[in-house]
């Protein structure tokens, strides 16, 4: 697999009777090759690389500092993780006007996928003491959309901005 197959098949599953399933299984095989993947995705030691998008497709290389969280944010479209190397923490929200409320957390490691849907809030970090890193994979224009984002701290929500985002990460304790 290269990239541009990559591109091809989620594309393909961005086409899809159901979209998110198919997209899931692609995330699979992504995951189960994990080694080949990471020998030629570009992005390395970049906290976000975003490795293609257009209307229907956003693709990132997300990699995640050691003991660090980024704050909730939501995303309007379907997507579907595929950690590659180490472990990503998701935490999800309900929001109730410019608070939010944590329901649920899931650790994904190396090898594992996890789908979310358009309603979802999350934050995503990684608590260990090395580098995680994921390929991202979203059923539209990731940066065509007026997402929101949470300040925990503050107990307040605003417009996403990449900015705000990484101004709002917190370094946590180590597993």
Not at 147 to 158: E, M, P, Y
Request: negative net charge; proline residues 7%.
């Amino acid at each position: 697999m290269s990239l541009p197959e990559l591109v091809q098949d989620a594309r393909r599953a961005a086409a899809a009777a159901d979209p998110i399933a198919t997209l899931r299984r692609l995330q699979e095989l992504v995951a189960a090759s994990a080694d080949d993947v990471l020998s030629w995705l570009p992005g390395g030691d970049s906290d976000e690389q975003v490795l293609h998008a257009e209307p229907t497709l956003t693709l990132l290389r997300v990699e995640i500092p050691p003991r660090t969280e980024y704050p909730p944010h939501d995303h309007l479209i379907p997507a579907c993780v595929a950690v590659l190397q180490g472990l990503e923490t998701n935490t999800f929200y309900r929001a109730a006007g410019p608070l939010v409320t944590p329901v649920a957390e899931v650790e994904t490691t190396a090898g594992g996928v996890l789908p979310m849907d358009e309603n979802v809030i999350h934050s995503v970090g990684n608590r260990t003491g090395e580098r995680s890193v994921a390929l991202h994979v979203y059923l539209g224009d990731l940066f065509e959309l007026s997402r929101k984002i949470w300040d925990l701290r503050a107990g307040t929500c605003a417009a996403y901005t990449d900015e705000r985002y990484f101004a709002l990460s917190r370094t946590t304790e180590a597993v």
